[in-house]
């Protein structure tokens, strides 16, 4: 490691806020950010470090595999060792890919595929992952000794997914080459119960002297004026509330994250990447009727907005700003801006395009005002198709809602990310048959990009009322026990649990192979211009219409001729009348009927 390299771009101050591995490369620590700004506002002197961007040059390519979250938490089976000392031996073993020693025996056995992804991600070797976590061991130790000629104050991690083990590393490193220097931790990682796991982690507090719990923005700054006047005699966990008015955050200044991206991973100064932008915080939706796997506690569902005329204003800031697309953060777009923000950003010259998480169900309409505004990358929570899953998780939406969905994202181009669920306690396999033969009639449409097995998450619904879901045996999973030493209370740190329930797929696991070779067939087919089905009308004279369709099903015709009233049939959504032409449409496979839902 070139020191002289890292003191060009850390600078001593008053407050280091380090992002750590494995934070994903080409995205912005937009909480991290906040706090930066917030600092300054205070008198205080600040850096923002992307220990994950240096890291991932250290290690090389292989970073992209370990920010994938899975069962297997290979980002902090790397970094345990470097946290809690050589007795770590079963952080890294043969078996870690083995679904027994994950989720046991009795449930690994129903679990056959947890997580795939389309296309398949590589999985490392066990002897690469061996040589990988040789080199974080030397990465802490060197960057800890950089960081610990560096005078701060106060010096930060923000822990989000598989970030615990590189923070109590970084803090520990640092902590060894000066003892008196202020510690924190913050981010989901630290939310409700989890701060206390955290705590657990360094039960003599000689590493993280405070942990912040919650939403941070007010608490932060009161820590920093008790810091100020050397007044921090305040409990180890501090818990925040819900940032109410985000019409008063600062203004972040992104500047040292690209300045840091170029400078460690020199590949990316060429290339445009997202940048992040919350609008709200909260799920309005959620506040009403969570959805059942939603892995996130009461205080971050509470639903909160910036004003339209803020949005505008900061959107109009970042014109000349050089980026891929702006990615919206919320977890839900709020329902108003429809009538709101839409119609003011669709007047605006250069608009950048956008990406938003989205509710279902959205007609055509409002997605035709999504597309004025210039969005561009939609993140539905589609889940499945299958009608009785989307009503006991409490999406509100039903399967012809989301089929129409992927309908207008075609015709309005958007691209799209989604996933699919299987595994819900009571599912049946009837259903997953049902969506098995429909597959190929939609195969024209977009597919889902990845197909997971359900978690259930801390703070869901599953987790809280198990019993009354049929689930049984709440436990978190076993790869835990690997990951974090023999006293830490990993049933408060855990974030994923898995529990005992019946379900018909777990007893017929040959459907979910069925569904993952359509999905995968699907897939492969749509990543490819030239092999992408098509289902598409072209209009010639005489009020005749050319119907294309090159999705090959059984009895379809690649290229016909057909009447207006025919052409009507396959465009228009409509109540089922049996009528002629509709009947010629399903006969012909251009249609579809689903609960008389035409």
């Not at 991600?121 to 974080?136: G, P, Q």
């Not at 009503?391 to 990310?417: C, E, H, P, W």
């Not at 974030?495 to 777990?506: I, N, P, Q």
Request: hydrophobic share 40%.
């Amino acid at each position: 490691m070139d020191s002289h390299n890292l003191h060009s771009i850390l600078k001593p101050a008053d407050v280091l806020l380090i992002v750590p591995p494995f934070f994903i490369e080409d995205q912005q620590a937009l909480a991290v950010h906040i706090l930066d700004s917030l600092t300054r506002q205070q008198g205080m002197t600040a850096q923002v470090f992307y220990a994950n961007l240096h890291y991932a040059s250290y290690i090389g390519s292989d970073y992209d595999h370990l920010c994938n979250m899975t069962y297997y938490l290979l980002g902090e089976r790397l970094f345990a060792r470097s946290a809690y000392g050589e007795g770590m031996i079963h952080s890294l073993h043969p078996g870690l890919y083995d679904y027994k020693t994950i989720l046991g025996c009795k449930k690994a056995v129903k679990v056959k595929y947890p997580i795939t992804f389309f296309p398949a991600v590589e999985e490392l070797n066990f002897e690469k992952l061996i040589e990988l976590e040789k080199l974080t061991c030397r990465w802490v130790k060197e960057i800890c000794s950089v960081l610990g000629e560096i005078p701060y104050k106060i010096i930060g991690c923000s822990s989000n997914n598989e970030q615990n083990n590189a923070s109590i590393a970084l803090l520990k490193g640092i902590k060894q080459f000066d003892p008196q220097v202020t510690t924190l931790i913050g981010g989901f990682n630290c939310q409700g119960k989890m701060a206390e796991g955290i705590a657990s982690l360094d039960p003599e507090q000689k590493i993280i002297d405070f942990i912040f719990a919650g939403e941070s923005e007010d608490t932060y700054v009161d820590f920093l004026k008790k810091f100020k006047n050397k007044n921090i005699n305040v409990n180890r966990i501090i818990y925040g509330k819900p940032f109410r008015n985000l019409d008063h955050l600062p203004v972040i200044d992104y500047a040292p994250y690209f300045k840091q991206l170029s400078f460690f991973l020199p590949h990316y100064k060429n290339q445009k990447i997202p940048l992040n932008y919350e609008t709200s915080r909260g799920c309005w939706w959620g506040e009403k009727k969570k959805c059942l796997f939603c892995g996130y506690d009461d205080d971050r569902i509470f639903f909160r907005k910036k004003s339209t005329a803020k949005i505008i204003k900061d959107i109009k800031n970042l014109k000349n700003k050089d980026f891929k697309y702006l990615h919206i953060t919320d977890l839900i777009m709020p329902k108003d801006f429809f009538s709101t923000l839409l119609p003011q950003l669709s007047e605006m010259e250069e608009l950048p395009d956008l990406y938003f998480e989205q509710k279902m169900p959205l007609n055509f309409k409002k997605m035709k005002l999504l597309k004025g505004a210039n969005v561009k990358y939609l993140q539905p929570g589609l889940e499945t198709l299958i009608d009785p899953l989307l009503k006991n998780m409490q999406k509100g939406i039903t399967v012809s809602q989301n089929i129409r969905f992927l309908r207008y994202a075609l015709i309005l181009d958007f691209q799209l990310y989604w996933n699919m669920i299987w595994g819900f306690p009571g599912e049946k396999v009837k259903d997953y048959q049902k969506m098995i033969e429909m597959l190929p009639f939609i195969s024209h449409l977009q597919p889902p990009i990845a197909l997971f097995h359900l978690g259930l998450p801390r703070f869901c619904q599953y987790f809280h009322h198990f019993q009354q879901y049929g689930i049984s045996e709440i436990q978190p999973i076993h790869s835990y026990e690997d990951i974090y030493p023999a006293y830490a209370d990993i049933r408060k740190l855990a974030l994923m649990f898995y529990g005992d329930y019946e379900a018909e797929t777990y007893d017929h696991p040959q459907i979910i192979e069925d569904l993952i070779h359509c999905l995968s067939r699907w897939n492969n087919s749509w990543n490819y211009f030239f092999t992408r089905a098509l289902l598409f009308l072209k209009k010639k004279d005489n009020g005749l219409y050319i119907l294309y369709d090159t999705r090959k099903l059984p009895g379809t015709k690649t290229e016909q001729s057909i009447t207006e009233a025919q052409a009507k049939a396959v465009i228009l959504n409509q109540t089922y009348q049996a009528s002629t032409e509709q009947n010629w449409a399903l006969t012909n496979k251009a249609a579809i009927l689903i609960n008389n839902d035409y």
